[in-house]
C-alpha cells in the first residue's frame, strides 16, 4: 500500500448497507422484534405503574394515620374534670382474701427483766387474774 491508500476511507457498499424493515406477515401480523418491543414496553409500563400505586398507597397511608393523630392529640389536650361528691360507704365492708396468714416459726417472747422487779410472784407461763 502507499502512503496515499492509507489516508483514505472507503464507504460500505450499497449492498452491505441494508435497513431492516418491518414487513408483514402474510396473515397480517408484525414480526417477531416488533412485537417483542411492544410487550417489553407494555411489560415495564405495567411494572411502573404498579410500583407509583405501592408508592401512593405507601406515603398515604402515613398521611392519613398522622392526620388522625394530630386529630386525637388535639382532642386528648382538651382537660376533662369529673365531679364526685363524696357519700358514705357501706357499714361493714370486709376483704375476703384467699389462703390464710401463719407464721414460719413460733417462739415464745419472755420479758427478761430480772434486775428491774422488786418482787417475783409468779414463774414464766404461770397463769394470773
Do not use: C
Not at 464507504?11 to 402474510?26: F, G, I, L, M
Not at 411489560?43 to 398507597?57: G, K, R
Not at 394530630?70 to 389536650?77: F, L, Y
Request: charged share 20%.
Amino acid at each position: 500500500m502507499t502512503p496515499r491508500e492509507e489516508n483514505v476511507t472507503t464507504s460500505p457498499k450499497p449492498e452491505t448497507n441494508r435497513a431492516q424493515t418491518v414487513e408483514a406477515s402474510p396473515d397480517g401480523s408484525q414480526s417477531q422484534p416488533a412485537a417483542r418491543r411492544r410487550t417489553a414496553i407494555l411489560v415495564a409500563a405495567s411494572a411502573l405503574v404498579v410500583l407509583a400505586l405501592v408508592i401512593y398507597s405507601g406515603i398515604h397511608s402515613r398521611a392519613v394515620a398522622e392526620s388522625r393523630l394530630t386529630q386525637r392529640t388535639h382532642e386528648a389536650a382538651i382537660p376533662t374534670v369529673a365531679i364526685v361528691f363524696p357519700r358514705e360507704g357501706a357499714p361493714t365492708q370486709e376483704i375476703v382474701l384467699p389462703g390464710s396468714t401463719q407464721a414460719f416459726s413460733d417462739a415464745p417472747i419472755y420479758a427478761r427483766t430480772n434486775g428491774y422487779l422488786k418482787h417475783w410472784y409468779f414463774d414464766i407461763g404461770a397463769h394470773v387474774q
